[in-house]
C-alpha cells in the first residue's frame, strides 16, 4: 500500500507544480476543453492544481490517506469525463494533465491511464495502510 500511496502521491505533486507554474497555459488547456463558460476557466485553472498538490503532499505523508484519495479520485472522474465527452466531440488537443509539459493529446490512452490510477485511488480508499504514515494508528 506504501508504494501505490507514494506514486499516486507524486503523480498528482509533480502534475500540480507543473501547472502552478503555468497558469495561463493550464487555463488555456481548460478552455481547450470547451465544457465550461470562460469565466469558471481560471477559476478551476487556479483551485485544481492546488487542490492536487495538497491532497498529494498529504497522501505522501500518509495523513488523511482516505480522504485525500476520495479527492483526487473525485478529480480523476472528472477528467476521464471531460476527456471522454472531448473525444466524441471529435476535439484533438492537449490533455493538460501536466500543463504544458509534455503535450500529451486526449484519447483512450489517456482514459485508460485516468482509470488506472482512479483504481489506485479505489485501493487506498478501501484498504487504508496506516504504514510509514502521519496519521494516527487504528
Given at each position: 500500500?506504501?508504494?501505490?500511496?507514494?506514486?499516486?502521491?507524486?503523480?498528482?505533486?509533480?502534475?500540480?507544480?507543473?501547472?502552478?507554474?503555468?497558469?495561463?497555459?493550464?487555463?488555456?488547456?481548460?478552455?481547450?476543453?470547451?465544457?465550461?463558460?470562460?469565466?469558471?476557466?481560471?477559476?478551476?485553472?487556479?483551485?485544481?492544481?492546488?487542490?492536487?498538490?495538497?491532497?498529494?503532499?498529504?497522501?505522501?505523508?500518509?495523513i488523511s490517506v482516505k480522504e485525500n484519495s476520495a479527492i483526487l479520485s473525485g478529480l480523476l472522474v472528472v477528467f476521464i469525463i471531460a476527456i471522454g465527452i472531448s473525444m466524441a466531440r471529435g476535439l484533438n488537443i492537449d490533455c493538460g494533465c501536466f500543463g504544458t509539459v509534455g503535450g500529451t493529446k486526449i484519447g483512450i490512452q489517456k482514459i485508460l491511464e485516468n482509470i488506472g490510477l482512479l483504481v489506485i485511488g479505489l485501493i487506498l480508499i478501501k484498504y487504508d495502510s496506516k504504514y510509514l504514515s502521519l496519521s494516527k494508528q487504528n
Open positions: 500500500m506504501l508504494a501505490i500511496r507514494l506514486f499516486l502521491g507524486f503523480i498528482f505533486i509533480f502534475a500540480a507544480i507543473t501547472k502552478v507554474s503555468d497558469p495561463d497555459g493550464f487555463s488555456q488547456s481548460i478552455y481547450n476543453y470547451k465544457l465550461m463558460p470562460d469565466f469558471i476557466v481560471n477559476l478551476l485553472a487556479i483551485a485544481f492544481p492546488w487542490i492536487e498538490l495538497i491532497a498529494g503532499i498529504l497522501l505522501v505523508f500518509g
